[in-house]
């Protein structure tokens, strides 16, 4: 139990066919789709962060996560650029490490359509973002809270947290969290989602 989070990462990573998503809204779809056993719906207009009232505040309020430690969440968020064609979809993994560093910790899968896929940001392969601003199993909150806040007041971020894809500047945060599930039931229906792919 002490690593489950981390074997839930490590058993959604191992799936070819979710590694191969190739455009950023298929992330959330299949992602939760395998998570949850079915396809989550966005039937809400979520949480929303707008950048003219953002405040770091807002943020944190955002990343918190009321599940036990023994349990997970797929997060679908939503980014709108100051300019009204640039959006992009990603998933946030909330889950509990039971190891350094010890508490809530996140994992961040994306794609880009057109740019790259969602192994080649695993990978870390040009155009997807590389460096500190890469992909990484673990980030913590404090970084993750960075990475909006980034988002949102700065111009070159759009580029150093998704990749060679463009710049922009994020106008707007729309955040869907879909229910509570245990990481043992995730990693079951993640495992059920790989059997049926596989046939």
């Known amino acids: 139990m002490s690593n489950s989070g981390r074997k839930l990462i490590d058993t959604i990573l191992s799936h070819k066919k979710l590694m191969g998503i190739l ?12 998570i949850y056993g079915k396809v989550q719906n966005d039937l809400s207009s979520g949480e929303v962060i707008k950048k003219e009232v953002f405040t770091q505040g807002k943020i944190n309020n955002l990343l918190g996560f009321i599940g036990a430690n023994s349990e997970t ?3 679908h968020f939503l980014l709108e650029g100051v300019r009204a064609t640039t959006i992009h979809h990603f998933v946030v993994i909330p ?5 350094h560093p010890w508490g809530r910790v996140y994992t961040v899968l994306m794609a880009y359509e057109g740019k790259y896929s ?3 940001y695993i990978s870390r392969k040009l155009p997807a973002p590389t460096g500190c601003y890469g992909y990484k199993t673990v980030w913590t909150a404090t970084e993750l809270g960075k ?9 070159n971020a759009w580029e ?4 060679l ?8 945060i729309s955040c869907w969290k879909y229910k509570v599930i245990s990481v043992e039931s995730a990693i079951a229906n993640v495992n059920r989602y790989i059997s049926i792919a596989s046939t």
């Open 23 to 34: 455009n950023c809204p298929a992330v959330s779809v299949e992602i939760g789709h395998a």
């Open 73 to 75: 969440a797929v997060w």
């Open 95 to 99: 889950w509990y490490q039971h190891e």
């Open 118 to 120: 969602l192994d080649q």
């Open 147 to 155: 990475m909006f806040s980034d988002l949102l007041t700065h111009s």
């Open 160 to 163: 150093q947290y998704f990749g």
């Open 165 to 172: 894809v463009g710049q922009s500047q994020a106008n707007k």
